[in-house]
């Protein structure tokens, strides 16, 4: 198992358009191959969204993230003003 979290840090003022285009994004991936799941969250003291997605294997999310770019460009690409700092990105393996 493995699983893959990331903190996206939105600008106020544009969090719901991120969290339309994570949508899209989740949207997407559904039926990729190897992933178990795909969440989104809403941290609203701090105005960070979090998307946590459950892997079968390494090698299945890094598949699964060549097809999260495909997408994300498909439905029109990130504007870097939605955010105030860079994603932070963590890779996580099952113990």
Known sequence: MFAIVVHHYAEPEHV???KAFCR???DG????E???SIEGYHDRD???LTILSRW???E???AGVARLTTIAQEVGGRDAAWSWRDD???RLHAF
């Open 88 to 90: 932070e990105v963590m």
């Open 34 to 36: 190897g992933m178990l």
């Open 16 to 18: 719901e358009e991120f």
């Open 46 to 48: 701090n105005e960070r």
């Open 56 to 58: 079968q294997s390494p």
């Open 60 to 62: 299945a999310a890094k």
């Open 24 to 26: 899209k994004i989740s």
């Open 29 to 32: 991936m559904q039926g990729t």
